[in-house]
Structures are given as structure tokens and as C-alpha cells.
């Protein structure tokens, strides 16, 4: 999909190709006119095409996965300009100090470089962090709030699938009402890829469909996201629901004052009013009145709707997304654009389908 | 399916008998040892066997819709024991008039006797209540709260699917500690069949399918019902989700005092430790940890799960149901044998299906 | 779910309980009144309540899984009456060697004694059959075939799920019209439970979901029954598409002389008429007019519909089951009816559900 | 989507722009870089914005519906180079009178101008022609069929969808073997969209979902295009699946002489090497070892796949396509690109999502 002027691209690389996240990197890499990937590496796979772990992608690469150890030798005869690694959580960790010397630009997709502290990630990851020199030379890659950090960055943490669901809609309101927030309730509903590409009994198609699985009533890591992000306490709970990709983010929360429906408009507005992938979805009529998941799959968009119950005074918030590209490959290729100083959407222009 | 000692059963008749609730009256009636079904109406679709709108009892009967003039020709030569109203809101309390004086017990499944006031009435379902005088004269058809008027019962409103959804898990807690609990948001997820029989725009396929729809962040009208029989606030948004039946309610609350896992515990046992189709779903392994509604599918079961954040606080507590048996059907037959003081899990004795 | 004159009912058991089919067996076993089940075995899961396996049961047993030595020591003590294995194909025939001695009546759901030669067994299956002997002692457990057999059968193979859809509608043709029949093509479309209880990875959610997939354009060892029962060549065809439980098998097939479709439903009048569990679905009007699997979820039935293209003379037919009932646990139950000499509907009278 | 030189930039127009296919030619024009929409007509939705009927186009437009009164003053002022009629069935010959003079490509999606007798087209769509003497002037917008005379074409008929899933992959085939192939079926599954936009009894989502219904076994109409195209007989029976988007097209046949596997190899490697959009799947490993409609939702390919039944000789062939694209709007983008010499892939080039 790529032209000829390579010369000018970015030597980019990917590390983990084989997975969701993975495959979601080398869709958007394959479609972004200034990223030439190099390598893909997956250790179980080496050798065989890419398009055998992502078949979608038959007939547009040819590329194939190779070792780790493969993509080092070359970063060492040439240094990469950008590396995602989209290994699993606690590998990326083990892996940085090898992998950051070869590139420009390291985005971790994993949860490792996502907290400040080290204690918040022992807390919720429940295990000792192994690099905590590094946690504040990580730039939290979500563009909507860190947009300027992420010009300089050269080490991206990007955030996770479920956070991003919470923390784009919140920040603003977070920031105008501050302690006024309260009760803040995030129920989500997560499409099963955002289990990752392994099998496992809950992911089993008789299992999986049709469920409405409460599977982290309380206590799930990306709570710790969310409250570093916001400064607020959060309640989240998310749910697998039937279908594969998206994810619904219902956020109810309270206000300690009045406020009128306009005033949300407006620091909406002026918080997101130029941001080229949020959008609002606020209508009086027809089928899709506020955000819908579906509608988001393969795209970068990120859609908030909300609602002021004129009885309570609570505020209900929807906020939809594709977990694999805004909640995850797409946000990291976004921060990555910025990172190299390139027009913020490029490589992730598509639009979604209806029906779909 | 039943039996021959037809001269000890129950005479009854389903009005509206074509719409999916109407359907699931038939088929529990047809299952039921000591129901027989006399007639059932259809304006629509008189004369035409009822497996033509359920198609699911091919076989298993050769009843034929009639028109309701039948029926109150058949009542008035001899009164049936039980009449179900299926019929839509606003319909049934224009029909009252005529079919009370035909039946020893009306059960009624719209929303038109639900309410206590016909102010609330108004308020919530947006038109004046033709027949206020009869309010108080229904009882609210749900065993879990009413077990002994419903023995008395000539007249039964049956409750809403969503709020039976949220009703039957609060109900002991909102008697235990009152006004201490606050925050309660009530985020249900609810399968197509809820919207009922006839097509739409938002019923079509190719867009209700895969949708995580919002479709009433606030202001829903089953709220009142919530509120009257809790005496709590409750804000609660539904979800339209890929599923055809079942209901799964997440309710998220605090309490403004201390409280115990095991007090929770200790107010579902004493209050429903022998309820017949109240379950609690609450492990900590396997697949189906809580609720789960596609375990339900068909049957009268409803099940109640819930945790407490240890770090918040807050009760988060999951229930499920299938929105036609236990959130209507089924739950206006268990009204019915009480009111004829039969055995009340008679003719609801069905189990659900795994895989499912 | 059983009465209390336990004393007259059949004591059965089942092998290899925690799958799919041996769930099914004992949802049934449950719901049969002359059943009492005593014994289900599981390796994997001894001691853990049936319940943790198939969690649609709870509250409808206390049973827990035991051991297969168990289950060899009661049966020493005091012969079953029946016994059903619900072991993987392979494991069947090591084990029939124990089991036979202790049963009256052993239903085995495997592949193993379906088929009559050792040589289409192992043309079949790529494995030598180790208990050929027993190959002619076994009836092949499809009432609608052999009935009179199965009334003084002491093993019973319960036929394969797919192998029933296409046998039992194509059975009185093949009779009545032998090798007139031609070019009889299955096309059958299947849902996810027909795959089993085991996650694998093609049957991970987000990979299995919306696929309509060829998985066996050819050479399915189900033929061998096929081609067995009937007589006549059959081509076999097998889909994975978006459901979880049935089966819809659409045959294809011309007749080398002229026909009448009066001449077709005259056959199958003839043959079937009787059937408890058979239905013909043709009508010329509404969704349902041909057999649908979605409204036989849970049930016995089998649904056939037919259309003779005036066109080209080509015969179209449909034929619905649920794979793990009238496809597996329903069809061996009812094969166990006929051998003790029960009304042959006893315990399978489940009616569907609409809207499914 | 569309860049600045306008100027060069063919001016395009849809008539009928509010249905689903409708909606993917409007996608597919705003990110085709050579075309410039100038106009879409809904009479029924006219000043709307497009993306009231189009939800996944937000932001990405700002395009109103217009009545087609509008167009014709528009095309009556400047021609436009081209116009697709996206209206139904029977609207299409009406309306062609008046636009063709109006542009210099017309593409009709509609069944209207597919066949190429009057008399073909009474027997199958049950009226009257009434343009019978356009018949032959409209070349069959099948880019794989008819290249050379697509590129002369100034009225192009865009093949219906199911034909498509059929003619493809049938076509080299009938060419080389003549004669030789009998008893041909496409035994077709497809999704939702295929029913088009409005919604009905059928496409009610508690109705629609899960089925695998038969709703034409023999008669479908799209059965004239194939014999028509293919010069051999066919038995066509689709089935509605539960998916929106996709069909698989399933096609048994036999060949009334010996061939090997590599011959079909060979066959369609001449035909098609060079197609580009055909793929060949046939793989002996992984899970989309043959052609998966969801991996190609949105896009614009073609796949085939095959086996030789080793035993009986018959062939099976897979194809796979998405509806709305390869099976109408993206088909009739390939047949405009042909007809103004652009790049056949021009606009066309996205590639599907995985997992999906």
C-alpha cells in the first residue's frame, strides 16, 4: 500500500507482531504513507508470512516474522526510527533495555510504562516493577491530553484499551469541576478481542457468545489509570459483551453544584473542539443518538454523547471506541505521528462502515 | 402437554395473545399441569392457529387465535378463573371494564396499573390514567415483595422486565439500611425480544445488530416503578445489547456507613433464602462467576451476584433474567399460582440450556 | 426435578459427564421422570459439583462428579440399568470391555459402533478398530430406522449429529427411490457446540464469531454413516456459521425419472407420520416456512421441509435439529426409552422458544 | 477524504442515495481521489445531511440529500461524467430516460438492465420490461467478464451480489469444460445487508438473528444472471445467516470427465493471475484455509477456494465477497475506473480487519 519514495519513511519495527495489537500495528503501518516497516518479530512464528497470523492482509505485504534476535542485529546496523513493542504486560519491561538503544522512538503498548509510581504498579499489577529508573522518562501517549509532551517524546507508554474508554470523556470535566466530581461510575462493555489472540476457556464460542459477563466488578488494573490520569476516584467495571471489537463506556457520575447541560457542552468544546479524532454524538432523533462501537471498527475515532438527567442532576456519559485502534495500535501510531512532527492523522484516515 | 383431568384446572385466556409476551404465556400455559388454555385472543390474526406467531408450539397445540368479542362471549356464558391482559400500554386499562367482571383473577402485563398514583402515571408515561379508581385495587405481581397480597390478589399488575431487574436485588437492602444507601445507578444491558414484536428502524438487522445502544440514558419509565416500590432514588440507563432475550442489570451504589461482605450475605439469605427462583451466583472461580442471563434463557430463575470494592467501598451487584419469563410470563403465571394457592413453582419448573 | 418413586426408575449413569453431550444427558436424565441418575463420571473434575461443569443446573442437582472406578465399583455392587458413554471417539471402544458387564442397556455417543465394518472404521477414523467383534452387536440409535431393533437392543450407538440430518430426511426417498436418487449433495450448516467443550484455536471468539466456514469441503467422516444408512453416494459438506447450538442441513439432489412433490410427501407421510418427533415445516407464508434451528434449541424435534424446482426437477431439502439433542443426548434417550420399553417420548417432550 | 486538484476529478452523482448500497458508494466515492460527489438524491431524506442515513460518514462529509430534481438541473447545466442509480428494482427503467442524457457513464445497480432478453427478464422478475430496447446497449459490470467492453461502456449494469458469488469463481470453469460440468449448485449464506434498508417482519432483529433460513430453495432470481452469464444450468439456494455483511457461496459440482486438482489450479491461474481482486485460498494449515467473508467486510476482493472430493470426484468451490462492495458498490467503482481509463484499483484498495 505504500509508494516509492521510501527514502523519506520511517524505518519502523514492531516487536510481538503476532497478536491483535500486533496485527492492528501492521494494518495501520501497511496503510500509513510515511511508515516502512522492516520487521515484525514474533518468536513462535518466525519465518512464516505475516498474512498467516493476519489474513486479512494477504496479497498486501509479504513480509515475514522474524526473531527477536534478528530485528536487534539490524537496529545495531542501522538504528530504527520506531519500535512499537506490543509484547504482554511484565515482558515489555524485560525487554526496553535491549530494544531502546536501536531506535528513535520506543512506543510500549504493554501496561509497564503506563504508571508514575512503582508502587501504584506493584499495587495493581501485583508484582514488583523491574525497571522503576525508567517509569518517568515514559510519556503517557494519549494525544488528547499530552499532546505537547509527545512532540519531545522519545519513550510512549501507550494507555490501555478500557483507560482511554474513561479518561478521554473525563479530563475535561476532571479539570473544570475537580472535587465537584463525585460517584464517578464507569461501566463498560468490551468486545472479546480486547482478550487478546490466546484461547482460553472463557473465550470458547459456546462460552464467550451472548454473554453479559461482569468479569471485574471492582478492582480491575486500568482503574489505576484512569484515577492517575484524573485525579478522581473512579469505580469501574467492565463487561464482555457479544461482539468482537469495541468497547461502550457508560460513565455515570454526580456533580456537588448545579450545571446545565450547555456548560458540558462547552468545556467539551473547548477542550476537544480542534481534536481530529474526538467527536460528539448528541442527537434528538434516529437510531445512532449517541456513540456507537460499532460504527468505530478499524477507525481511529473516538465518540462521546451525554445526557444531564433534569430529575437527579446526574450527568451519563457514552463514550465509544475501537479497542485495538483507538484504544490501542491506532493511539500509539497517533502519538507516534507527533513524536516525528507529522501531521497528526496521517496513515489513520479511515471511516468506518454502516451497516455493519 | 397436559394432562386429562381438565375439569380441575384453570380456565384461562391470554388477551393480546400474538406479541412475544403473549407468546410466552402460551407456552407456559401449555406447560402448565393445572392451567387450561381457553382461548386466546388476536385482533390481527383471528382464526389463524397460534403457531403461526410461535411458531416454537407447532405440535404442541391447535389453538386458534380469536377475537376478544369471543372471548367475553365465552366468559359471559361461564367466568373464566384467569385472564392475562397482554395487551400494550394505555390498552389495558380501556379494556378493564370489560374483562374484569369475566374473570375470578385478572393478571395484567402493561404498565397501566403498575403505578399507585395516577399522577406519577401521568408524569411517566406522558397521558392522563383513564381509570384512577382502579389503582389501588391491583396488586404489584412480584412474589419477592408481595407473596401474601398476592394470595388475596383478584387484580395483578405485573411488574416491568428492567425493573423487576433492579427491584428484586435492592428491595432487602433498601429495607435494611434506607436512606444510607446512595449512588445507586442501575446500568442494564437488555436483549431485542424487551422491544417487543413488531419491526422498526431500530429493530432492522442490519442496525440492531452489534449495537451497545444507549437508548435512554435517563428518564426510562420503568424507573417509577423502581422508585415506588424502593422508596430510593435510582438512576438507571439501559442498553440495547446483542442478545435476543435476558437482561443483565449492573447496580452500582454506596452506603453511607460501614458495611461487610458477609452482611450483605447475610440480608439476600434472610430475606431470599427460600425464594423458589431467586438464585445468588457468586464464585471464585470458572466461567459463570455471576449472573449470567444466557444461563437463563426460558426459564423462571432470577440470580443475584455482587461484590464489594474492598478499596471504595462501593456494592457493585449483578442480577439476571430472562425479560419474558421471569421480567413477564413467567412471573405473571408464579402471581397466578399464588392467587389460586397452588404449588407456586407449578407449571415453571424449566431449566436453562449450557451451552447456550 | 424427579418425583419420589424412585424405586421404579431406570439407574442410570453417565460416562465422561462434563462435556457438552454428557451435559445434555444429565439435563435430560433430570428432567426424565423414570430416570434416576446415580453416577456421572469426569477424570478432570472429581468431587466438583456437576454444576461447575454445566452451570444451567444449579439448583437442579447436588450430583458430583466421581471418578470412572467409582462409578466400576457401584455397578459391581448393583448392576446400572443404563449407561451412557459420553467418551470421545477412541475412547469408546477401550472402555466398552468394562462397562458392558455392568449395565443392562449401554448407549455409547462416540464414533466408535456406529459404523458396521472395521474397514470403513478405519478408512474412516486413520485408526485400526481394536473391538471389531462387537461391531455387529450394536444397533445404530436412530428410532426412525430401527425402531423394532432398538426395543431389544442391549448397546446402542447413538448416531453422529450432522449424520442425522441427512439420514433421516433422505432415508424414505432412498428407499423408495434407490438409485434413482442422484447427485445428493449436503450442504449442512452448523453452530459451535458440534465442536465440543474444548477451547481450541478455531473456536476463540473473536476468530470463530461471523465465520461462515468451510471446515470440511470434503471427505467428513460423518459420510460413512451417511453413505452406510442410505445406500446411495452421498456428498457431504459441513459450514461453522454464527450459532451456537443447531443444525441446518440443506440437501441438494436430482431423481432420474419424473416426480411430483405429492409423490414426496407422500413418502415421507408414509414413513413419518407416525414419528413422535419428526415435523414437516412448508408453508407458503411467514419467516418460518422451512425448518429453522433456532426454534429448536433444547428440543427433540426434527424438522424437514422440502421444494421440488419445477424448473430444473431438482429436489431442495431442509432438515433442523439441535446437534446435542436430537443430534446427540435427546436422540440416545430416546433410543434408551424404546429399549426399556417407555413411551418412547418420556422425559423429551421440551417444547422451543420464539423469539430465540 | 478527497485532496484539492478537483479540477481533474470525475463529477459524480447518486441517484438513490439512502440505502445501503446507496451509503457504500457514497464512502467509496469521498475516498476514491478522482472522484468528486456533487450530488446524492433522497427523495425522502432531502436537505438532510447524507450522514443522518450514513452515521459511519460523520466528519468525513458535508453532503446533503437533494430530490432528483435537483441532479437534473444540475447534469442539465453541466453534464456529469458520472451517475450511479442505486434505486430499485422497476425504478431504475423509469428513471434511465431521463438521467442517461445527463452524464456521460451511467451504472445501474439495480436487476433492470442485467439480463438481455425482455422475456428473461419478465419470467424471473414477473413484469414487463418496458426499455427492452436498452437491453443490449448496458455491458454487465463484471470487470473479471467483460474488461474490454467495460472500457468502451458509456451504460454499465452492475451484476447483483449473489450472481457475483457465483460467476466468478464459475466462469473459467464453464469456459474450459463446457459442457462437461453437471449438476451444478451454489448453495449461497449470506448476511443481513443483502435485504436492504428497510426494515420488515423478516429483518426484525429477534426474528432475523440466529436463523439459517432457507427463504428461496429454488426460483431466486439471480439465478437468470448465472445460467445467462455461464451458458450452463444452476440450482442456487441462499440462505440468511447470521452476519450483515458477506456471502459464502458454496458450489458443488461434477465434471463429466477425469481431472486432476492441478488442472482447476491451472485454469483459474490463466483466467485470473492477474485479477486485482481474486485471491486464491486454499490453504492445508490455520484457521481461513478457504475464503471467509469476514475478513473481507469493506473491501473490495474476491476469494476462491476449491477441493476435489478425492472419493467421488466431485469439486467443491469456495467464494467469498462482501455484498455491498465487491457484490454492488465497490464492483460498480472497478467498472467506472475501467470506463474513464483510471486504474482499475483506483479508490478501492482497503483491505479488511482481523479480528473481525
Known amino acids: 500500500m505504500n509508494g516509492d519514495n521510501d527514502g523519506k519513511k520511517l524505518r519502523a519495527a514492531i516487536v510481538g507482531g503476532s497478536g491483535y495489537t500486533g496485527g492492528e500495528l501492521l494494518r495501520i503501518a ?34 515475514r516474522f522474524v526473531e527477536p534476535g534478528e530485528l536487534v542485529q539490524r537496529g545495531e546496523e542501522k538504528k530504527f526510527d520506531l519500535i512499537f513493542l506490543a ?7 524485560e525487554l526496553v533495555e535491549e530494544f531502546i538503544p536501536l531506535t528513535e522512538v520506543l512506543v510500549d503498548l504493554s501496561g509497564d510504562f503506563r504508571l508514575r509510581g512503582a508502587e501504584e504498579y506493584e499495587q ?20 488528547e491530553l499530552y499532546r505537547s509532551q509527545l512532540r519531545e517524546a522519545r ?4 494507555p490501555g484499551c478500557t483507560a482511554t474508554s474513561a479518561i478521554i470523556p ?18 463498560a462493555k468490551v468486545g472479546s478481542s480486547a482478550g487478546g489472540a490466546s484461547p482460553n476457556a472463557g473465550s470458547h464460542h459456546p462460552e464467550r457468545r451472548d454473554v453479559v459477563r461482569s468479569y471485574a466488578p471492582c478492582g480491575h488494573r486500568h482503574t489505576a489509570e484512569m484515577e492517575q490520569e484524573l485525579g478522581i476516584s473512579v469505580s469501574f467495571s467492565p463487561h464482555a459483551v457479544e461482539m468482537v471489537r469495541g468497547i461502550l463506556a457508560t460513565i455515570h457520575l454526580s456533580l456537588d453544584r ?28 434516529g437510531l445512532y443518538r449517541y456513540p456507537e462501537p460499532k460504527l468505530l471498527r478499524g477507525t481511529n475515532f473516538f465518540e462521546i454523547g451525554f445526557e444531564k438527567d433534569q430529575r437527579t442532576g446526574r450527568l451519563v456519559i ?13 493511539q500509539a501510531v497517533q502519538a507516534a505521528n507527533l513524536a516525528f512532527g507529522l501531521e497528526e492523522k496521517t496513515g489513520l484516515g479511515r471511516v468506518g462502515l454502516h451497516p455493519a
Chains 1, 2, 3, 4 share one sequence.
Do not use: C
Open 87 to 93: 509484547t504482554p504486560h511484565g515482558k515489555s519491561m
Open 30 to 63: 501497511l496503510e500509513h504513507p510515511l511508515i516502512k516497516l522492516e520487521a515484525v518479530t514474533s518468536r513462535g512464528q518466525k519465518r512464516r508470512s505475516v498474512t498467516k497470523a493476519h489474513p486479512n492482509l494477504r496479497g498486501a505485504t509479504d513480509l
Open 170 to 187: 473525563l479530563k475535561p470535566l476532571a479539570e473544570s469541576f475537580g472535587k465537584d466530581i463525585v460517584d464517578v461510575v464507569v461501566d
Open 258 to 285: 448545579e450545571y446545565e447541560e450547555k456548560e458540558i457542552w462547552s468545556i467539551y468544546r473547548d477542550s476537544y473542539g480542534e481534536e481530529p479524532f474526538v467527536r460528539f454524538v448528541k442527537e434528538r432523533k
Open 124 to 143: 495493581w499489577y501485583g508484582k514488583r516493577h523491574t525497571r522503576p529508573d525508567l517509569l518517568d522518562k515514559f510519556v503517557y501517549g494519549m494525544p
Open 318 to 330: 457514552m463514550a465509544a471506541l475501537d479497542n485495538l485502534v483507538k484504544g490501542a495500535a491506532g
Open 155 to 158: 519513550l510512549i507508554a501507550s
